[in-house]
């Protein structure tokens, strides 16, 4: 008997191609498995987004196991998929099972367990804490209906290390094997097209200590790991602290981060080089500094873009720069100057800039780019249940509609997409470098094959990063 299975659904359980290309690894989940678990509940962990568990074999796992307690993380793109499985396990097993919500989506949607009666509960914000309460509570037999907002733990070195062998259906992590860690947590940025801070906006961090004692005990799996953090140098004592103790106690790792420009300086580039990141993936998102200051309102200007880059030049930290197409009242000009950017920087000397991605934006519920669609009738207030109910198709990408500008087409944004991404790749000092890369790391050749057939047949890059990630922000800030 277990008391809670957590799951992680896929985008569709029956349209295989609309799901992942690579199997995102449910970290969230397993921080929430690993504070049950030491709170002494059994509790199981699948990660299905790539769909391999079909609804009815879920349900045979619940009966077979005698679930209570099913907890299911979803962002936009997997709600569909939560509500099928919710409403297929009320209809089997009626309340003899607890359906829980949890993750992003339903802390931009606050209505909808009323729309969609087949969760019991929803969990607002970080669960760590409060999923023990509420655990302990349903299973004790109190009837616990309805949305909650679970508090953000303040401390995150009091939390547990997660623990990644709870995931019954991952492959085990091979060397060399990138492996997830979360360094902080929070953001209190306010760009228009992220719903990330409805999670949380209060940025927390670990000490060194606490992440070491993580990355040391899996130096068994890998050597290699990427920080989940939405900005992994925000807090500078955080991130320096960090690498000098990686320094100190001569740890040969390896790391790549997400940042922002604004979050570098000579100091930190220097350390994250002497520590081991081989990696920043940086949200640059319009090459036009009024889309990205008073569109956006992302408070970065070209200026501190061009000093951020000059310290990752100086320390030759390899740098992956992520764009977006499709903003608000944006213009074709200024649309190109997102087309240029990456070039622009190339010929100023930035020559450390390893991939580019362009990506059209998705306008995501919460957010002001959502709202300004709805203002300017691209769809109905209605496109979340539509989406939901399958009327927009099964899938998320080509299903859930695009942000497409006045003035623009759809046509137009794919069209500025593949100029931009053929215009960085396919040049002969990129061309020669990347072969060069490959011949010196052969892992890489069967990634540098594929992206270069995605750029020359499709105009886009085919990932961005050995995360697979392929927008800038995490969770609900793809774009």
Known sequence: MTDILLIQPPVSY???????GKSDFPIGLVYVGSMLRKHKFSSRILNNSMGDYSIEDIINIIESDKIRILGISALLATIPSAVRLAKAVKNRFGDRVHVMLGNAHISVDNDIIRRYPYFDSGVQGEADHFIVEHVSRILAGEKRLGIFTAAPPKNLDELPIPMLDMVENMAVFKKNSLVPIVGTRGCPYQCGYCARPALSKNVRSRSADSLLAEIESRLHITDSFY?????????????????????????????????????????????????GCRTLLVGIESGNERIRQEVIQKNLSDDQIFRGMQCTKKYNLPV?????????????KEAMDSVNFPIKLVKMGF????????????????????????????????????????????GYAGVWPYLIPNGLTYEDLVDYRKMATRSFFIRPAYIMKRAIHSILNPQQLASDIKNGFYVLTQGSSSDLSKTGKTSSPPAECAS
């Open 351 to 394: 020559t450390n800039i390893e991939m580019v991605g362009f990506h059209i934006t998705f306008p995501l519920p919460s957010t002001r780019y959502f709202d300004w669609c709805l203002k300017n009738e691209k769809f109905s207030a209605n496109i979340v249940d539509d989406y939901i109910d399958g009327k927009l198709g099964d």
């Open 320 to 332: 992956q720069l992520l764009f977006m197409l499709g903003h608000p009242e944006e213009s074709h």
């Open 227 to 275: 920080f989940q953090d939405d900005t992994a140098t925000i807090s500078k004592t955080h991130i320096t602290n960090f690498c000098r103790e990686v320094i100190k106690r001569k740890l040969k790792i390896k790391f790549e981060i997400t940042t922002r420009l604004d979050c570098l300086t000579d100091e930190i580039a220097s350390l994250l080089k002497q520590a």
């Open 14 to 20: 029956t349209n295989k191609i609309a799901n992942s």
